[in-house]
């Protein structure tokens, strides 16, 4: 488990070196953690974070098991999320996240079938979540029951994004129907396409956090160069 710093913690008059969880698995963000330990029986105890960031502010909680002159740790619920993925995704979409990972689990299993389900439907979750944010769709029914063909076609400016997250989906409905139809899938690829696809959000996510700060006085030249500039594939005058 990555992400760890040594503390200590105190039992029967004795203090205990540990491992704390130094980011919260909900929000993904580095965080120092308040902590409360409890003794749950034996030598096994569990301790209970909540996060400090002011917009996240949820709980976690760790086991550990008390060996020697150490307490080691068991497990963290939630787990920890999978390398890879960019602070800003985990910030703009909870749910994408933890399909992410279980996804993630389900390929590490070798149940590469379940995998590529889970990855299609994670980016549908991604692309509904960065529409609400960052195009102002409502979060309604209409939005809900859109398919992922809808959200990609209507929401993703960048015709390489787009293309990216049509084989996504390709890929992960020709693993879900039954009977597969044509070639199989191959599930490589699709990881391949899913990795293009967060590439492309996470700078989209970058360029739009920098904009949002941006001075007013740089933002207008920007915008008018950007008004200015011919289409592609059309002559400059």
Known sequence: M??????????????????????????????????????????????????????????FFCAYLLRGDRM??????????????APEIRALSA??????????DAE?????????????NAVEALVKDYAITHKGVAADENLTQKTLQGCIMDYLDGLDAAIAAFMVKELGNAA???????????????????????????????????????PSKHLQRFEKREQAAPA???DAQ
């Open 72 to 85: 080691d740790l068991l497990f963290m619920y939630p787990r920890e999320p999978p390398a890879g993925i």
């Open 232 to 234: 592609l594939g059309e």
């Open 95 to 104: 749910r994408f996240v933890d399909l992410y990972a279980q996804s993630f």
């Open 176 to 214: 879900t129907h039954y009977p597969q139809c044509g070639e199989p899938f191959d599930f490589v690829e699709q990881k391949v396409y899913l990795e293009l696809f967060l590439q492309y959000i996470t700078g989209k996510l970058k360029i739009l956090n920098v904009k949002a700060n941006l």
């Open 2 to 59: 990555k992400y760890l710093v040594q503390a200590y913690a105190g039992s029967g008059g004795k203090q205990y070196p540990y491992n704390k969880p130094n980011f919260c698995p909900h929000c993904g963000l580095a965080v120092d953690a308040a902590t409360e330990f409890k003794n749950i029986g034996n030598y096994y105890y569990a301790a209970f974070y909540t996060c400090t960031y002011s917009e996240c502010r949820k709980m």
């Open 108 to 120: 590490q299993s070798g149940n590469f079938d379940l995998a590529a389900c889970g990855y299609r």
